[in-house]
């Protein structure tokens, strides 16, 4: 049974635990991390999710995303899933989220990260991932028009700010 640190709505560890995919309280929270892995051509690699899965069985989705499970900070967590989910051992100690993004139940911490790595590299774990590829935006933007990758607001801006910290201009 997998636990979760459970924060206040300020991402302050309360110091409870609970089951993964127990009902929370008001005011309380979980944190959830997803790596973007990009390439210096500007694709990024995106996962296929088992039909099995519960949510968003079947469609394409970031490089990598998962619960932070209980005692691990979300850079202990961006690298455990993106091992257990691609096999990548990337060192996350020196990266921070390049952006987090308030849901209803938590936080999203973001990564975004450039690696050059061939898909024949990877070991895909089955039980989640289907399958990988490297997609250009237009590519995932198509998916999502199509109802193939999960609809993320930000999806069309996602590939321009992994280049800039701070404000930018959306053109």
């Known amino acids: 049974m997998e636990l979760l640190d459970i924060y206040d709505r300020n991402r302050v560890p309360t110091g409870k635990t ?6 929370l309280g008001k005011n309380e929270y979980h944190l959830v991390v997803h790596v973007c892995i990009f390439n210096s051509q500007n ?36 690298h455990r899933e993106t091992l257990e989910e ?7 100690s020196e990266e921070r989220p390049y952006f987090t993004i308030n849901f209803a139940n938590g936080f999203d911490d973001y990564y975004l990260i450039e690696r050059d790595l061939p898909l024949e590299a990877l070991t895909i774990q089955t039980e989640e991932v289907k399958a990988v590829k490297w997609a250009s935006k237009e590519e995932v933007l ?3 028009q199509e109802g193939k990758f999960i609809n993320y607001w930000f999806l069309e801006h996602l590939f321009e700010i992994r280049k800039h910290w701070g404000a930018y201009i959306i053109a």
């Open 18 to 23: 609970l089951p993964r995919g127990s009902t």
């Open 43 to 78: 694709e990024m690699l995106i996962q296929l999710r088992q039909p099995w899965k519960k949510s968003w069985p079947d469609l394409w989705d970031l490089s990598v995303g998962g619960c932070v499970l209980a005692g691990e900070t979300s850079q202990d967590a961006a």
């Open 86 to 92: 691609l096999g990548l051992d990337i060192d996350f």
């Open 142 to 144: 198509q998916l999502a």
